[in-house]
């Protein structure tokens, strides 16, 4: 019987992900090298970025920069969410396995964090209400942006929310589980802590604090607005 | 060693959670049934709802009835969140062993679901950020409606985001464990499952659903009307 075991355990392949005891029995190692992945994924962005630009330099070319950036920042969200994080969603129960460029991608990033890895039950879930809810409610924010839509304010408010509510629980639960249970899911560089999992995900922390601040602010102005003219009417 | 460890697991207290081979060494059965709880927590409730109804009458007594519910809801909100939840999320590590009201309340709606019992990471997570922002914000958000605050529909979509969006994750990782990994955190018994599990989170699925649908479309509708106004104010 144990040497059943150890025959199974020998069989299967090696993998670089934290807690190193998980077993992967599909993993494929990648082909691409980190350098190569992270900047097609930052060709990526750029292509997203640039295609925005154009568009809005196309409907709206009297934009002021500011909402050119969050029309912007939208758009990569939406393609982040729809596709990367719905990449993500539909192929969680075999990640280790895949090879073309988005399962890489994920392996790479997963260095980091092996719950991408093992199908974990919050990452799923919390990822696919990402792809599902706010991939394409930002793409239709990024319309309202360019349209000065009313519903432009309540859409930022919620997706950013949305967006920083699933990162403060993701940072928590793994804070929470290397603290309280000892389970660390990070390998032990500090290069990928710092990088990956901290930077990458900080973004949606700060950029969504200051989009939910700036909708909110904008939204008390204008009833405030509305509330002294009608009461300025009734005075009348 | 075999006869130690049977030792200790024989010197377990028996417990009533499922799945029923976890381990909760400090547990200490409930001394009031689950009726008197249930009362005890729908008087709760109707306190909370008659000193809102009370202090309305006496801050705005003009508010329409649709308000009134709304500013009810946001009170109990804010009292289930601070103070229920608040409770959890401060006892987190020791809840199998509390025994004073609210502690056996937890008791009696861990038999739905044990994760309230086992420090899981994501119901700790999830109920903290509840019981530290929504629960505060609740409060503010009933000033804000009997107040008519500019501030009142920005807080209204915040929290019931929140809420929203934390419930779907609760249901969707307790759906997912049992499909998935086949383990179920609810009572073989029906009763359970629907009276505690389902209904009680429910209301926190469809009002907060309601909720945010009617200030999007106050916004909206504000949004638009400043527009028309300025629209207009140009053509002039």
């Given at each position: ?7 199974v355990m020998a069989d299967l392949p090696l993998h670089p992900f934290?807690?190193f005891?998980i077993e992967l029995p599909t993993y494929v190692a990648n ?63 075999d990640?280790a396995g895949?090879t ?7 392996k ?9 890895m ?119």
């Amino acid at each position: 019987m144990n040497s059943t075991v150890e025959q199974v355990m020998a069989d299967l392949p090696l993998h670089p992900f934290s807690p190193f005891p998980i077993e992967l029995p599909t993993y494929v190692a990648n082909t691409h090298s980190a350098a190569v992945l992270v900047s097609i994924f930052a060709a990526g962005c750029c292509v997203i970025f640039l295609v925005t630009y154009g568009l809005i330099q196309r409907m709206r070319p009297s934009m002021g920069s500011g909402e050119m950036l969050v029309a912007m920042w939208f758009a990569l969200c939406g393609c982040i969410h729809l596709f990367f994080e719905g990449y993500f969603s539909y192929n969680a129960f075999d990640m280790a396995g895949r090879t073309d460029i988005f399962g890489q991608l994920w392996k790479e990033y997963a260095l980091s964090d092996s719950r991408y890895m093992t199908q974990d039950a919050f990452t799923v879930c919390m990822e696919t209400v990402t792809a599902v809810f706010w991939g394409p409610m930002s793409f239709f924010c990024v319309y309202f942006i360019i349209a000065d839509h009313p519903l432009r304010h309540p859409f930022q408010i919620i997706i950013s929310l949305g967006q920083l509510y699933g990162d403060v629980l993701y940072y928590a639960i793994c804070t929470f589980q290397e603290v309280v249970n000892d389970i660390v899911y990070c390998r032990p560089e500090r290069f990928y802590f710092w990088a990956y999992y901290f930077l990458c995900n900080f973004f949606w922390i700060v950029i969504p604090l200051l989009l939910i601040r700036s909708s909110v602010n904008e939204i008390a102005s204008v009833f405030a607005k509305v509330k002294a003219a009608s009461v300025g009417k009734k005075a009348q």
